[in-house]
């Protein structure tokens, strides 16, 4: 079992920046892939960024390409998601996910977290 906490959500003006942090706790969390998802009301939960277990391997949604940045201290257990650059598209709760395997596709992650509310104006 794995238990993920998120935080560093918030309130922020067009064009700047947030840092998410997910931290994790239970057995072999280290070994997990960890991503990003976020989720607006009467809209599916959408993929936004993954990183393998060792933290060599990244994927991110082209939507958001060259503006987040994923990484993960394993040492820490912790996961973060920085965001520059960000616009009113990105409004919305953010979750973050651990899985066995490295994908894109919700059913894909075991473990989630609660979501932190990341709220852009414009």
């Known amino acids: 079992q794995v238990q993920l906490v998120e935080s560093g959500g918030g309130l922020v003006q067009a064009g700047g920046s947030l840092r998410l942090s997910c931290e994790a706790s239970?057995?072999?969390?280290?070994?997990?892939?960890m991503a990003w998802f976020r989720q607006v009301p009467g809209r599916e939960r959408e993929f936004v960024s993954a990183?393998?277990?060792?933290?060599?391997?990244?994927d991110y949604a082209d939507s958001v390409k060259g503006r987040f940045t994923i990484s993960r201290d394993n040492a820490k257990r912790t996961a973060y998601l920085a965001m520059n650059s960000l616009n009113a598209e990105d409004t919305g709760v953010y979750y973050c996910a651990a899985g066995s395997t490295l994908g894109i596709w919700v059913r894909e992650y075991d473990y989630w977290g609660q979501g932190t509310q990341v709220t852009v104006s414009s």
């Open positions: 990183i393998s277990g060792s933290g060599d391997i990244t």
């Open positions: 239970g057995r072999r969390s280290n070994a997990y892939s």
